[in-house]
Structure formats: C-alpha cells, structure tokens
C-alpha cells in the first residue's frame, strides 16, 4: 500500500509540474465550483440587500441574506486585518482546522471555541446570483478584541533615542560604585539593610538630594545641579529640610 501510494504521489507531483500556471489556476477552479456543486442550491442564502461598511479608511463590503444574517465579505475582511485575501485555511497545532482570520500564535492564547465556532465561513449567493463567502458581521468586534489583547500581551522592547556618544557602561557601574560606597543600605553583608521599602526609598532620595544639590564633584568643581543650570548655588542641609514644610 504505501509503494503503491509513493507511486501515486509521484506521478501526481510529476503531473503538477507538467502543467502551467494557466492550467493549474483553471483545475483549482474547477475543483471550487465542484465543491460548490456538491452543496444543495436550497441550502445557500441569498442576500436581499448589499452596502459597504466603512471603518476608517477600510471598506468591507456587506450583506443581508434572505434569513436575516449580515455578512462581511472573506476577502476584505482578511485584507482588514492585513491578511492575504486568498489565505488558506489550516489547522493550528494539529488540532481544529483555525480559518484565516484566526491564525497565529500571537492570537492562539486569546480565541475560545465559542468564537471558533463563529468564525466558520458562511456561503450566500450575491445580488447578482455570483456564490460567495463571508464572515458574520458580528465576528468582527470579536476578532477586534483577539487583536488588541495580544498586542497588550506582546512584549515590547521600549528604548529612548540616547546619544551613543556618551553611552558606556562605566557610567552605571561608576553610580553604582558611589552608591555602596556612600550609603551603608547598599554594602554587602551588613545589619544596615533597610527594613521597610518606604524608608529604603526616604534613603536613595536623601543620597541623590545630597548627591546633586550638596555635595561638590571634584572634576566638575560645582554640585551637578549647577553644572546642569537647575541651581544657582550649593545647598545646604537646612534647605533640604525645609522641603519637608512645603
């Protein structure tokens, strides 16, 4: 059986290659309407009115079957959410065959079986008499949502515009040397460590007050306040404290 269905694999692929684009576009065609055949004439809908849905500047043409479903066009649809119009459906993980406007792995996570089951392609013959298919219109907030919760989900590297000129890693451990050498919260192995996370953060503002508006840098020969023009003058410890009383 399995020579038998490598022969036949063969040859089909040996086939498929022998033919052109024209010729493949025309078999794939055939094979749809085939399908469609197979479905019973009663059983597909046919819309009673058609619009357009505008979102932005995003246009999904819509319907109004003779049961009183509203439909969104497949395509626009897929090209709404910058999917490819002719995506294929597929399955995902192995498991349920997931259509196109729910494939990814970003978005797995976030889709319940209630909106799987929504999400199923709905077949309905135009205005015209042309068959076509759809997605019902109230899938689309649903699917809206998916979106935006693995967006929030994602995790995004957040970065600044820094001056690479002055990017080194000497400065950070040059800050962080000054500060376990000037603050006893911060040296290895001792019984200073704060206690309480408030009073840890009283510390750090009293090191840093001091640090900028109090102390004066050897290289700079001013406070670092002064040198960044948000001072005028070296502060002393009772202006410090009297930002306590505002």
């Known amino acids: 059986m399995k020579q038998d269905a490598s022969i036949q694999s063969m040859g089909g692929k040996a086939r498929a290659k022998s033919l052109s684009p024209e010729e493949r576009s025309e078999i794939a065609r055939t094979a749809a309407l085939a399908k469609w055949e197979r479905t019973p004439v009663a059983a597909i809908p046919k819309a009673t009115h058609e619009g357009i849905l505008q979102i932005g500047d995003i246009t999904i043409s819509a319907a109004v079957l003779e049961n009183g479903q509203r439909v969104l066009s497949q395509a626009e649809f897929l090209e709404a959410l910058g999917r490819h119009r002719k995506a294929n459906v597929r399955r995902e993980g192995g498991e349920e065959r997931v259509p196109p406007i729910l494939q990814g792995k970003a978005i797995n996570p976030f889709i319940s079986r209630e909106i799987l089951a929504k999400s199923r392609p709905v077949r309905f013959k135009t205005l015209s008499g042309v068959r076509a298919s759809g997605y019902r219109a109230d899938l689309l907030p649903d699917v809206c949502e998916i979106y935006l919760k693995a967006r929030d989900a994602r995790k995004a590297i957040i970065s600044g515009t820094p001056d690479h000129n002055h990017v080194s ?24 460590f ?11 503002a009293l090191y840093f007050m001091h640090y900028n508006f109090c102390r004066i840098h050897q290289t700079l ?26």
């Open 169 to 192: 890693t000497s400065y950070a451990e040059r800050q962080n040397l000054t500060m376990r050498m000037s603050m006893r919260r911060f040296t290895r192995l001792t019984n200073a």
């Open 221 to 246: 020969r001013v406070t670092p306040a002064m040198e960044a023009g948000v001072s005028d003058h070296v502060w002393e410890i009772d202006e410090i404290l009297a930002l306590l009383d505002t």
């Open 194 to 204: 704060s206690k309480k996370l408030e009073n840890h953060e009283h510390a750090l």
